[in-house]
């Protein structure tokens, strides 16, 4: 009983939100409004959370216009490689602070959906 207690508090504690590639080619930055703790680093084409900032709230899934953004075990199987690479970007790449302007080749969910097939 205790070992699953250990068990879950220890998930728990590793718990952990990630962005998604509907976000790339977009960067509304919605999510980064909302953000209490600063969590989202900018690359290039898309942004990543950083698993050590995120104090796991939710607060951006919401937002994100085309529902890049899940916590990490809601994360569709497809994409389960992107949770550790949003750890492993946010390395490399800077905190955004602010929102911005989208990019010029941004979606809407729709059009990303329809993409898709
Ligand atoms: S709101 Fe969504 S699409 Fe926009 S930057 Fe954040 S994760 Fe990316
Ligand atoms: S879950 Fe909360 S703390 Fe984590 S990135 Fe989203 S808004 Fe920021």
Known sequence: MLEALNRISIEE????YTVTPNCDNCKYTDCVEVCPVEAFHEGPTMLYINPETC????????????????AD???????????????????????I?????PLPTARTLEEIQAAEG
């Open 13 to 16: 504690l590793s718990m952990t």
């Open 55 to 70: 104090i796991d709230c939710n607060a951006c899934v919401e937002e994100c216009p085309v529902e890049a953004i899940y």
């Open 73 to 95: 075990v809601d994360v569709p199987e497809k994409w389960a490689s992107y949770t550790a690479l949003n750890e492993e970007k946010c390395e490399e790449y800077p905190v």
């Open 97 to 101: 602070e602010e929102a911005k302007d």
